[in-house]
C-alpha cells in the first residue's frame, strides 16, 4: 500500500463540516431557526444521558439536536455517547412537533436520526432506511464486503474498495490521502477519509460497528467538497 504524504497540509477534523448538506425541502416552515446549541462537556453529556426527569432532558437534547445541522455541535465528540442517548433520541423523533422544518429545511427530529444512523443499531434499521432515503445527497449505505478483523485493516480495506471504484486499484497511483479514527468505543466507530487531488478534495466519514469480532463499513457520509487554487 502507497500512500502519499507529501506536499500536503495535515488534514482538518471534518466531524462538524456541514458545507455539502442541502436543505431537505420543507414543506412547513418555522420563521426562525433555532440559537446554536452551547458545547457540552463530557460531563455535561453523561448527565443528560442519565438524567430521568424528561422536563430537564428535554429541552437539554432538543436544544443539542438543534445545533447539528450548522455544525456547532462537535458530533466525534458526541459520538462516544449516542448509545446512551438512544432511548431519549426516539423519545424526540415521536415528540409533537419534531418533524416542523425550519428556514434550512431541518428538525429536531431529523438531527435524532442523523445520531442514529452514526450509532447504526441494528434495531434501528427502518429509521435509519428512512433517514439514508431523505439526506440521499448527504449519506448512503457503504458498499457490501467492507469487512475486517480490526479498525486498521478496515481502514485498509475501504481504502482499497474507494480507489478500485475511483479507477485506482493500483495503490502506486493513488492520490494523496489519509484516514483515521475520529472517535470509536468497544463496537462503533466514525472514521474519518480525506482525499487530495491537484486543485480540489473531498472528505467522507465512514460509520463502522463491531459485531462479535468482524468490523464492518455501514454508511458513508459525503461531508465535504473543496477546490484548490
Known amino acids: 500500500m502507497v500512500v502519499v504524504f507529501a506536499a500536503c497540509a495535515e488534514p482538518r477534523n471534518a466531524a462538524d463540516s456541514r458545507q455539502s448538506r442541502s436543505p431537505s425541502p420543507a414543506p412547513e416552515a418555522s420563521s426562525e431557526v433555532p440559537a446554536p446549541a452551547p458545547p457540552l462537556t463530557d460531563e455535561d453529556l453523561r448527565a443528560l444521558a442519565t438524567e430521568v426527569n424528561p422536563t430537564i432532558w428535554k429541552p437539554k437534547l432538543r436544544e443539542l439536536l438543534s445545533g447539528i445541522p450548522d455544525g456547532s455541535v462537535n ?28 428556514e434550512r429545511g431541518m428538525s429536531i427530529a431529523l438531527s435524532a436520526r442523523e445520531l442514529l444512523a452514526l450509532w447504526s443499531d441494528p434495531r434501528d434499521t427502518a429509521i435509519i432506511d428512512a433517514w439514508l432515503k431523505e439526506r440521499d445527497h448527504f ?83 459525503h461531508t465535504m467538497i473543496e477546490h484548490y487554487d
Open 75 to 102: 458530533t466525534s465528540a458526541l459520538f462516544v455517547h449516542i448509545g446512551a442517548l438512544r432511548e431519549k433520541l426516539l423519545v424526540m423523533i415521536g415528540e409533537p412537533g419534531s418533524d416542523k422544518r425550519d
Open 139 to 221: 449519506a448512503s449505505r457503504a458498499p457490501d464486503g467492507v469487512t475486517a478483523a480490526t479498525l486498521p485493516l478496515l481502514m485498509e480495506k475501504w481504502r482499497d474498495v474507494h480507489f478500485t471504484k475511483e479507477g485506482f486499484a493500483d495503490p502506486a497511483k493513488r492520490t494523496a490521502n489519509w484516514i483515521h479514527v475520529l472517535a470509536k468505543t468497544d463496537d462503533h466507530a466514525l472514521i474519518h477519509h480525506e482525499v487530495r487531488y491537484l486543485h480540489w478534495g473531498y472528505w467522507l466519514q465512514l460509520v463502522a460497528v463491531r459485531v462479535e469480532d468482524t468490523w464492518t463499513v455501514r454508511i458513508v457520509l
